[in-house]
């Protein structure tokens, strides 16, 4: 069956602009989560949506970034004005019912340069 | 000091050879996780673990809650191993945190390289 789907899978951007990135994950999978891992550091949780619930984005590093989940399925993560800081592999995972015991199937990512 | 620590950081074997990957960690868990991720940047889950042990194949995880510590077995390892092993946990949610249990913490990763 389909994985967790990203897109695009790289983007180029200049510094000031917004991207967004989107996710697709499994059908029927509750739990979504955004992560980042920037070049030579570890995976980094960024939010975390459930079904209906709010989510939690105790991970975003700045108000810059901002995420979204249309119908508990699609999610778009949005980082405005990018800095070169932003330059990172973003990550989406899904799990079908969310922590505590869950296994997360992970996206190819979408590989961000900030120019 | 970060919240979960793995040893080594980069390991090369033989084909063939048993291969451990350690990961210590420093708070309490309700879950530790070992992912597997391809030289292309695929990550793959291997293993969820709250207690005692797991074996997949080749694979075998074991935790030791008391010592806040799990290793990852390779057996008979292979170059199709060569890949980067990671370490998450996730928290138990407090009650005035209660997203901390929300999140995996994760180790810096085992870079493992099996040549041939």
């Known amino acids: 069956g389909a994985g967790v789907s990203q897109s695009p899978s790289n983007k180029v951007t200049e510094k000031g602009k917004d991207v967004e990135l989107r996710c697709d994950p499994i059908?029927?999978?509750?739990?979504l989560y955004w992560y980042r891992q920037s070049l030579g550091q570890g995976l980094e949780f960024l939010i975390y949506?459930?079904?209906?619930?709010?989510?939690?984005k105790s991970g975003l590093p700045s108000d810059r970034f901002s995420a979204e989940r249309t119908g508990g399925s699609v999610s778009t993560l949005t980082i405005q004005r990018t800095q070169q800081e932003d330059s990172a592999v973003y990550l989406c995972?899904?799990?079908?019912?969310?922590?505590?015991?869950?296994?997360?199937?992970f996206g190819p990512g979408t590989r961000l340069l900030v120019l | 000091k970060n919240e979960v620590e793995q040893s080594p950081q980069n390991l090369t074997a033989q084909e063939g050879e048993f291969i451990t990957i350690n990961c210590s960690y420093s708070?309490?868990?309700?879950?530790l996780h070992w992912l597997q991720q391809h030289p292309g940047g695929g990550i793959v889950s291997l293993f969820m673990?709250?207690?005692g042990k797991k074996k997949h194949g080749r694979l075998i995880a074991t935790i030791n809650i008391q010592e806040k510590h799990s290793s990852l077995h390779i057996t008979a390892s292979h170059p199709r191993d060569s890949a980067v092993y990671i370490c998450a946990v996730r928290s138990f949610p407090h009650l005035s945190i209660k997203a901390a249990g929300n999140k995996l913490t994760f180790g810096g990763g085992t870079r493992v390289l099996v040549k041939p």
């Open positions: 708070v309490g868990i309700s879950a």
């Open positions: 949506f459930q079904g209906n619930s709010a989510p939690d």
């Open positions: 673990l709250s207690s």
């Open positions: 995972a899904s799990s079908f019912r969310g922590p505590p015991r869950e296994t997360q199937y």
């Open positions: 059908s029927g999978h509750t739990a």
